[in-house]
């Protein structure tokens, strides 16, 4: 088997919202999404694809004349993200979006608010006319400040308030409610801050608006965002003297439950597996072990893989069988003596590990390392 070639991590030239999210939690995380080639050892969560869809009803809602056409707005925009899914190598498994968790639920949310919230094609916002220009006005507009160092493409911006569109928003009696809320008042400052520095007028508000129609607002005060904007340039430049200087990936990664759980990006974070046990903030099992044998089910697709368990995220019984489809988590193609990562498996009552459409199961020696500069340095696996 011929091993990935390394992805090396490269200085940022701007950060971003979204960038600034995964840099407060962990260097390496941050340069990982903006690393093109990482992405092919994403599985990501067809969750956020519908925040992407409601996000374009909503839109499309704001045209005159556009309610008749709602339904085909979300069909065109679900139908590209699965032909986008088909052609990944992790994400083929969510090929069929009715199959997406809460697919039909937040349909139904998203075209009713749409429709309910669609002003008469006569209706202008006055005011938003009078304080921003035009193009600096809609959907995904396109911001730039810190001398281009920062950017950021609201959902939409009317000129007065900056809307982001969720899926959903946390429960308040999850544990990490808090931490989910907070960095969707992070982020809604930091848009402000960068439609401040970019047109000369602040935001007068902001908010986060679910697909069930369930709002949370972010109180927009201005030296906040400029604060907000400060640690976010500060916090780039330091990363990025770190990856000049050839740093070692493992010393960019910041290992805590906080940062892991919730990480895309873990199946190819060596410091990640060199560091478990992690706590997890969630139920997952994610572990790392040896293959002791790989036996095939009759129909071709079924296959099941024992393992004996190295170490875990949390207390899981030292030896797993795991059953796998081909056809869902690909052909694990391993033998006696390969050590593989499993992520985001199902654990049982008795220890066991179960996996399903969201399980991620690799041989480690055919992930690619991941180093910093031409000559950078990762850790020895």
């Known amino acids: 088997m011929t091993k990935p070639e390394a992805i090396v991590l ?3 030239d701007r950060t971003s919202p979204s960038m600034w999210a995964d840099m407060r939690l962990c260097g390496l995380r ?7 080639r990482a992405q092919d050892w994403v599985l990501h969560d067809p969750r956020a694809w519908l925040g992407t869809a409601f996000h374009r009803v909503m839109s499309a809602a704001r045209i005159p004349g556009a309610l008749n056409s709602l339904e085909s707005v979300w069909k065109k925009t679900v139908d590209e993200l699965a032909t986008q899914a088909a052609h990944h190598p992790l994400d083929r498994r969510f090929t069929s979006p009715e199959k997406w968790p809460s697919y039909f ?3 139904q949310r998203a075209l009713a608010l749409a429709a309910a919230n669609s002003p008469p094609a006569s209706v202008v916002t006055s005011q938003a006319r009078a304080v921003t220009l035009p193009s600096q006005r809609g959907s995904e507009r396109r911001f730039e400040a810190r001398a281009g160092k920062l950017v950021g493409r609201p959902d939409y911006f009317d000129g007065i308030t900056i809307t982001e569109y969720k899926s959903s928003l946390p429960n308040r009696e999850w544990r990490i409610a808090p931490i989910i809320i907070e960095g969707f008042q992070r982020q ?4 402000a801050a960068i439609i401040g520095e970019t047109t000369g007028n602040y935001p007068d508000a902001a908010r986060v608006v679910a697909a069930s129609g369930e ?3 972010v109180p927009i005060e201005r030296t906040a965002c400029t604060q907000e904007a400060d640690a976010a340039m500060s916090a780039m430049d330091s990363l ?7 740093t070692p990936v493992d010393q ?3 290992v805590s439950p906080e940062s892991c759980s919730r990480c895309f990006y873990k199946l190819i974070c060596d410091a990640f597996w060199q560091s478990l046990p992690v706590s997890s903030t969630t139920s997952d099992g994610t572990f790392v072990g040896f293959v002791k044998s790989v036996e095939s089910g009759a129909d071709g697709d079924l296959y099941s893989v024992d393992l004996d368990v190295k170490a875990s995220n949390q207390k899981i019984a030292p030896k797993q069988r795991i059953v796998l489809r081909k056809s869902i988590h690909g052909d694990l193609n391993a033998s006696a003596g390969d050590e593989c990562r499993v992520i985001d498996g199902r654990v049982g009552a008795d220890g066991r590990i179960r996996a399903d459409i969201s399980t991620v199961v690799s041989k480690t020696a055919g992930l690619p390392l991941v180093v910093t500069g031409a000559r950078g340095t990762a850790l020895t696996r």
Do not use: E, F, Q
């Open 30 to 36: 941050s340069l990982l999404a903006s690393a093109p």
């Open 252 to 254: 960019l990664a910041v």
């Open 215 to 217: 709002t949370l607002a």
């Open 188 to 191: 809604l400052r930091l848009y």
């Open 105 to 107: 639920i937040v349909k």
């Open 10 to 12: 490269g200085t940022i």
């Open 240 to 246: 990025n003297s770190l990856v000049a200087a050839n």
